[in-house]
């Protein structure tokens, strides 16, 4: 289904506006067929429908194009997160057999890496003049268009990798099916039509920024890019581009709101999206205080849920009324899918209750890409085993209250705690380590680490956080640490107490 | 998908009214309840996932709480035409192989009919206290809930039986993703949330009832049903209830209009669907100067794409601005399915031009039940052919010109010639007969036979009439004739000229 949402929207949609990136303005006719084109030059150099197909770019217009290129051919999507280390792309590439890497200038470096390591036979594409790539996205977009695909919707539409607590990213196998209806979903849920125009802030590489994207695309909305999302540019262009909806992770939020003049800069928005992680209700209630016209939506949601999973829907966000108590939830599941606590055994649990988040419906991922045991794991009886504890009200609204999983969401990006664990312990001087995520004004939560040296070892952070930025990306790497030479505290059977230790360093 | 799309408002929507009818009202966590519970009890007398159950019954809560708890339980739909002859009936129960039947009351007749006729082990299926069957609703109802069936989308959900121009009906198999897309889909071009109210006019077992239904019911929408629906009642009740959503053919919209006082009592009413037969644009120039504030939908679709295909938005109902030339057209294609206009080699023409209007995306069916070759003629490389003859202008607008397949659209209802004529060419004075729609203000088309007596023989219009009422439904039978010995014109290869007919017979 997803393939004919987009060739339906370039035919009824057409002189409407696609994209907009600062002066360059592409209408549906244009952009659809650009995509077509691309499709028709995969196919030139032999991706054929159901061949992966990488993309390492960052959110621009040639990006949506190069994803919906990839569409329209019938292949798979394999979008990379930009901030992965070249161990963790090469990886990727690798297991999902990608045929072809797409790659713009700004990430030359991860990709010259991947092809200098990598073992497929890759087709490489540049996106952009000087990124790297035996033919560039312009040559692809000389081809013929070729007839878009007709998938079924239980055929694989993408593998959107995510954080493995193994230390190696997981391929969660999206079909066409989840990402249409998930896509539709968003758009009840939000309220995009084709008068809609959205800023993109989260990045396209994420179901948070392709969901959305996806929505736009399928109602025919414009959207528009930055090349760089700071809080003066986003808010410049709101006003520029008279944008109406905008999506972001809370830790952006605060920033907008302390931007000069934020609220009459804001005067276009009608739709504010957020999620990924939760927010202060002391802040949302004062986004309702600034903007009361403002139509707020919550998203919870995971990859293996194809986006979301529940919603905070605008008649939620309330300061008065009978919703008034649920502000600090993440809403209701969102429309076709249903949602359960469960207790260890997958028993459902009563209400008021914390036990873990499950999910069913049409999102839920097809599984882990060659990885059945993982599968069968996290998948059972249709269920989707989020790792989320949550607890759901008499009126079934769900609260997200802690990760069962070991997990630390900062800015958005999850962090699992083993990943970035094993990475310290490498280190000769550190006896054993854990890693914590401590409440955070900006981020959410940051990721701590706490580290127990050998003896007589000494370390600073800076040693820490160098030894760290070798092996993992950035935004795994630890924003504080504590050192000391006592030993962690252990649970009967042997487990490292991080409640106990999250409790001594918050404060 | 369809399922969860039903769990998830029980239990997130709980509180809300699902249905009203008259003072009966239930909501959503009852509704649910009865659901779930008639589940269990199709269950326990033998019903297993995929097993087809066919129901005939008129529009009411119990209908569809019993439509509901087929798909809750996993097995199929076939809803019945309650204006279907005997014969029909038996072949359409008797070729989906349904295990059982649940009737009502008010189609006693039909259902002992079948019940006497059929070669089916049928569990038969008391929909109310005086209707045929082994076992009540409210006796199924006892049961313990079941768990609901989590289908794969691609998954078969139903039968729609549509008339054939063979005599007999096919069966449309529509899967279960076919059926929440166009739900969803509902949902996006009406604008049905959790606060609509929707009265019911168009019939449950018919997919342009079915489908409004599904929305309302994903969306945790009120639904309101009639006994009977008169005009006067209709308004009655919109005014009664504050109806906020209607739906309905052409032929009621003008009844309700000349209905005294209708401006005034549409005043709840904020949403207006029409479709099923083209609407003159007098008639709708005529509604939009009535009632400005209503937003009016058009659909055209047909069973075999699961409902919608091509919708006029609210915001192409205009009497000024750009979209004032589309009043006249279906509008454009319904999300995520492509439409093009085709050549009798399935080769796409230019706009403007004449062709078969052909469809593509996630509603289309599945096929023709158990007619492979019927099927293969309908469906070519996923292109539902749709033997309707359109236009596509050049911003993707459709206009729906005439039927290729020879077929009248008579209040709604689909009439095959084909059907009707072989039933008048069995009478003994009839030589040959051919049967033609001509505009009527009331229904459409109505059906017209010439007819071409054998020498001497005499007929008038009551005795064609009676002949027919014996073999098919009454909506199918002749509401005027005329008789004649003069030969039928006929085209060069010995085809009856219709079109020569219908010139001669419209004056």
């Known amino acids: ?7 339906r929207t370039t035919q009824a949609y057409g002189d409407r506006i ?21 499709a028709g030059g995969l196919r030139s150099i032999g991706c054929q429908s159901g061949d992966r197909i990488a993309i390492l770019a960052a959110t621009t217009p040639e990006h949506l194009a190069t994803m919906y290129a990839v569409v329209w051919a019938g292949c798979v999507l394999v979008p990379l997160n930009t901030r992965l280390s070249p161990d963790e792309l090469d990886h990727i590439v690798s297991q999902s057999e990608s045929k072809a890497l797409a790659s713009d200038i700004r990430n030359l470096a991860g ?30 977009a000389k081809s013929a268009s070729i007839d878009v695909w007709t998938a079924e919707m239980s055929d694989l539409f993408a593998l959107y990798y995510t954080g493995g607590t193994t230390g190696l990213p997981k391929g969660v196998m999206v079909s066409d099916g989840a990402a249409g209806v998930q896509a539709l979903n968003m758009i009840f849920d939000t309220g995009v039509t084709e008068k809609t125009n959205y800023l993109h802030a989260p990045p396209l590489f994420h179901l948070a920024g392709a969901t959305v994207a996806n929505a736009c695309a399928f109602a025919g909305a414009a959207q528009t890019f930055l090349p760089e999302i700071t809080p003066d540019a986003y808010t410049k262009t709101v006003v520029e581009k008279k944008v109406t909806f905008i999506s972001m992770v809370p ?4 920033d907008m ?38 139509k707020l939506v919550q998203i919870y949601g995971q990859s293996e849920v194809t986006g979301p999973a529940t919603v905070l829907r605008p008649e939620h966000h309330t300061l008065s009324g009978p919703f008034t108590d649920k502000l600090a939830s993440a809403g209701i599941p969102i429309m076709c899918h249903e949602v359960r606590i469960a207790d260890e055994d997958g028993k459902t649990v009563a209400n008021g209750t914390t036990g873990e988040v499950l999910i069913r419906g049409p999102g839920v991922m097809m599984g882990y890409w060659q990885q059945p045991e993982l599968t069968a794991k996290t998948l059972k009886d249709g269920w989707l085993h989020t790792g989320d504890a949550g607890i759901m009200d008499g009126d079934g609204f769900i609260q997200i209250v802690d990760r069962l999983k070991d997990m630390i969401i900062t800015g958005g990006e999850n962090v699992f705690c083993g990943e970035v664990e094993s990475v310290i312990a490498e280190h000769p001087d550190v006896s054993i380590c854990t890693v914590i995520g401590l409440p955070d004004d900006k981020w959410g939560e940051r990721v701590h680490a706490v580290v127990v040296l050998e003896k007589g070892a000494e370390m600073d952070f800076e040693t820490l956080r160098d030894h760290c930025r070798k092996s993992i ?31 001594k360093y918050s404060n």
């Open 473 to 503: 990306a950035g935004y795994k790497c630890p924003k504080s640490a504590d050192f000391t030479t006592d030993p962690l505290p252990l649970s009967g059977v042997g487990k490292i107490r991080k409640d106990l230790l999250r409790k």
């Open 18 to 38: 696609a994209t907009i990136d600062g002066d360059k303005v592409q209408n549906w006719k244009e952009f659809g067929d650009r995509i077509s084109r691309i």
């Open 257 to 294: 709101l302390e931007a000069p003049n934020a609220d009459q800069a804001f005067q276009s928005v009608e739709t504010f999206a957020y999620g990924t992680a939760p927010i202060p209700e002391a802040l949302l209630r004062k986004v309702l205080d600034r903007c009361p016209d403002v």
């Open 111 to 140: 990709a010259e890496s991947v092809m200098s390591t990598t073992k497929n036979a890759l087709k490489t594409i540049a996106m952009d003049e000087s990124a790297a790539g035996e033919v560039s996205l312009d040559e692809l």
């Open 1 to 7: 289904m997803f393939a004919q949402g987009l060739a």
């Open 251 to 254: 830790t952006m939020l605060v």
